[in-house]
């Protein structure tokens, strides 16, 4: 949406109706071109996906459509939060365990 007026403009914003959360999420963080980018998703499940011109030919990848029209091939592990849970508790310090890592080293790590 833009505007025509000369006393405000407004940013243009891409709008998708009837798509899905990862679908929209792709065009959310501008994901939109073929083989430019991909979006990682770790929470209640855990996905990656990209846009292509083509869907996938592995039946391991998710042959969705994108919201702008292309193949959003997508691959999905469920129950992330169990695995992002097992990796802190296998690397970082819980409450002065002898875990390999504090919060603050893996913080500097990550900086």
Do not use: R
Request: glycine share 10%; aromatic share 6%.
């Amino acid at each position: 949406v833009s505007s025509s007026s000369s006393s405000s403009s407004f940013p243009t914003i891409p709008i998708s109706a009837g798509s899905g959360d990862n679908m929209c999420s792709a065009l959310g963080v501008g994901c939109v071109k073929p083989g430019t980018s991909a979006v990682l998703s770790l929470g209640t499940s855990g996905t990656i996906f990209g846009v292509s011109d083509s869907p996938p030919s592995s039946t391991t990848v998710a042959p969705f459509a994108d919201a702008c029209g292309n193949y959003l091939p997508l691959a999905c592990v469920m129950s992330c939060t169990g695995v992002l849970e097992s990796v802190l508790d296998s690397f970082f310090d819980n409450n002065g365990d002898d875990k390999k890592w504090s919060h603050e080293e893996a913080t500097e790590m990550a900086s």
